[in-house]
């Protein structure tokens, strides 16, 4: 299981810095790498458009 990141995304980079695996990459719309996220929930607790929902 991982957490996904949906259309809600502003690009605000917030979660970014917060993955302890650096599982998350830039783009229009941010994504988590499904391989690497350890479903630890940290990225959707600092973002502030609730973009990122466990999948
Ligand atoms: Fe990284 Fe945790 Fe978010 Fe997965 S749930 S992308 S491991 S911060």
Redesign the pocket.
Known sequence: M??VINEDCIACGS?VD????E??SEGDIYT?DADT????????DVCPTEA?KPA
């Open positions: 991982a957490y979660c917060e993955c302890p695996v599982a998350i988590i996220c350890t479903d630890c929930g940290t990225c959707a990122i």
